[in-house]
């Protein structure tokens, strides 16, 4: 990719938003991404450390009612036993056992905490990336590996912290978090989603769902 072009849609020339803190961040007058300088993102090691830090427990009533924002919307949409894949899904999937208590096959992917790649050779009915697209070195890449994991007339399910105001971005609790290195707007999904053909639906705040067309060319 060339210096300065953009991770989420490769869009060349984006420019500089602000420094904060010894970290420089730019943004996409594209697709509307904000992002860290690719010359400044965490290590593997500082990555890992950082996320067993974290306390998501799958049966914790508390992270339950967070996830069910995406996982409402989406069992709606989804034909009974569908087939899907947590993409991202950290040492402890609660939305996959979520899905699962609604009659859903899921499988699991996490390049720390279950890194087997063997569910990346299917396909799916749906994916889920939830509390993940932020932590993406690469976004652009990660996307098209998600979208061409779903079936035709399947569901890409993200949920992330919109981004949407510049002025607080400095003092943004999410960005604060050294592992989050892209933020997105709804902007920024909507473009990833038409850029590609597919439909973008935002059913609650921080939650897009994009549907694959059944057909080429289709709308869905």
């Known amino acids: 990719m060339n210096e300065g072009a953009c991770p989420v849609c490769r869009s060349p020339g984006s420019e500089p938003l602000l420094p904060v803190e010894g970290r420089d961040y730019r943004r996409c007058g594209v697709c509307a991404a904000r992002f860290l300088d690719p010359r400044q993102l965490p290590s593997r090691e500082v990555e890992y ?10 049966d914790d009533p508390g992270y339950r009612r967070f996830l069910s924002k995406l996982a409402e919307p989406l069992l709606t949409r989804l034909a009974p036993s569908s087939r899907g894949l947590d993409y991202g899904c950290g040492p402890g999937p609660a939305l996959a056992a979520m899905l699962r208590e609604a009659g859903h096959k899921v499988a699991l992917y996490d390049p720390f905490f279950h890194p087997d790649r063997k569910p990346l050779e299917g396909s799916y009915d749906f994916v889920t990336c939830t509390e993940t697209a932020e932590h993406f070195h690469r976004p652009a890449d990660e996307f098209d590996r998600l979208m061409g994991l779903v ?3 399947g569901w890409l399910a993200i949920m992330t912290c919109f981004q949407t105001d510049d002025s607080r971005f400095a003092e943004w609790r999410y960005r604060m978090d050294p592992t989050h290195v892209v933020f ?3 902007a920024t999904l909507r ?6 053909g597919w439909r973008c639906e935002i059913p609650a705040k921080d939650v897009a769902l994009m549907r694959r067309p059944d057909t080429p060319g289709g709308d869905g």
């Open 151 to 153: 079936r035709p007339g």
């Open 184 to 186: 997105y707007r709804e």
């Open 191 to 196: 473009h990833l989603a038409a850029s590609r």
């Open 49 to 58: 450390a950082h996320y067993l830090n974290h306390e998501n427990h799958p």
